[in-house]
């Protein structure tokens, strides 16, 4: 039986179909057939347009994001796909925050919709800190298929393992 590290959560008639492709071999060409695209965005500036425009379409209230880029340091061995943060700091008599949105790069060779969910992911951070119903329901709003694509996520970082890839 295959371990689905990534799917855990999921219920077991899921694992199973997803175990099935495994064991004939399908599983790429699943993904394949699902995301045939891969997207334009592979700099650290078009990253940051990316994610403000996506930042202006649903989250105009908001705090600003100061930075966004693609970080090499980031990866699965640390669970992380992306980062937010806000780093505090006083100027002069002044409070000043920066907002930061940081994805792993391994989404730099992924399906647009990958990339699409991981910035809506982190966006949706600056409103709900928690993972609650409220944080998936603003995910749901910005990406209608939030759900459908974040499971496909999980078996494309499975299938990545599979391929043996860091």
Known sequence: MTALKYLQAYPAALQEQVRQLIANDQLGAYLEQRYPERHTVQSDKALYAYALALKQEHLRNAPSIDKVLFDNRLDLTHRALGLHTTISRVQGGNLKSKKEIRIASLFKEAAPQFLRMIVVHELAHFKESDHNKAFYKLCQ??????????????????????????
Do not use: I, N, S
Request: no cysteine; aromatic share 20%.
């Open 141 to 166: 709003y910005m990406m209608p298929d939030y759900h459908q694509v974040e499971f496909d996520l999980r078996v494309y970082l499975t299938w990545r393992d599979l391929q043996g890839k860091p």
